[in-house]
């Protein structure tokens, strides 16, 4: 089944601790991204990457990390989280380019609480 | 990316057609419409996309205006399970930044 998983789903962390939410997809997709989603902003986009070892800066990227080592995996780190970061988390990925990139699939969410 | 407009919030019966517009007066010739929808702060997920002709899959139809400024995106019955935000987004496709921009969407409630 084609998927993209998070992990994990649910956490409360303290200001300052470092954190990585993970995601992978098994679709052999080029093309993955983060968003994050607050009420009244709507998603947005925090880093995004077209291949392995290429990854570039969406529309909020400050406070985030992330890193594109293998195709099928691209984990949002958080080196000190501040409450600011407190937000529903997406990944996604897809094709890159042409007509399959219509399609992209989103990880189920990772809600962080950062106290 | 062309702005989109859509209404806040629809109603429709169960076993009903929900109807859902969007406008997108500036969209650029190369430009596709996407629908996505958001059930309860799950991830969004993808429902169909066009570029100037009439759509179906197996979840809906996406109904282009001739001039392309506005669409439609038919749910032809309507279940409780279609309870989700729906996201109309212009977009083209390329090689590059695939990223989705995302408006306030139209809260669509399937009322038993």
């Known amino acids: 089944e084609a998927q993209v998983t998070q992990n994990p789903r649910y956490l409360i962390t303290v200001t300052g601790k470092k954190l990585t939410v993970t995601c992978s997809q098994n679709?052999?997709?080029?093309?993955m991204s983060w968003y994050r989603q607050d009420p009244g902003l709507g998603l947005r986009q925090i880093y995004y990457?077209?291949?392995?070892?290429?990854?570039d800066k969406g529309d909020v990227p400050e406070g985030y990390k992330v890193s594109r080592k293998e195709k099928r995996n691209f984990p949002l780190i958080l080196e000190s989280p501040s409450p600011n970061q407190t937000s529903l988390y997406f990944c996604?990925?897809?094709?890159?380019?042409?007509?399959?990139?219509?399609?992209?699939?989103f990880g189920p969410g990772t809600r962080l609480t950062v106290t | 990316d062309a702005k989109t407009t859509q209404p806040t919030s629809m109603d429709c019966a169960e076993g009903r057609a929900a109807n859902l517009p969007c406008n997108h007066s500036?969209?650029?010739?190369?430009?596709?419409v996407y629908w996505y929808r958001q059930i309860h702060s799950q991830g969004p997920q993808y429902i169909i996309h066009?570029?100037?002709n009439n759509e179906t899959n197996e979840m809906a139809s996406l109904i282009i205006t001739e001039d392309r400024k506005s669409s439609t995106l038919i749910l032809p019955h309507a279940t409780l399970r279609d309870t989700a935000v729906y996201y109309c987004?212009?977009?083209?496709?390329?090689?590059?930044?695939?990223?989705?921009?995302f408006g306030t969407g139209t809260r669509l409630t399937i009322i038993p």
């Open positions: 679709m052999n997709h080029e093309y």
């Open positions: 987004i212009v977009r083209i496709v390329s090689f590059g930044n695939e990223k989705l921009t």
């Open positions: 996604a990925s897809s094709t890159l380019g042409g007509p399959g990139s219509y399609e992209q699939y």
């Open positions: 500036t969209i650029s010739g190369n430009e596709y």
């Open positions: 990457s077209m291949n392995v070892e290429v990854t």
């Open positions: 066009g570029l100037k």
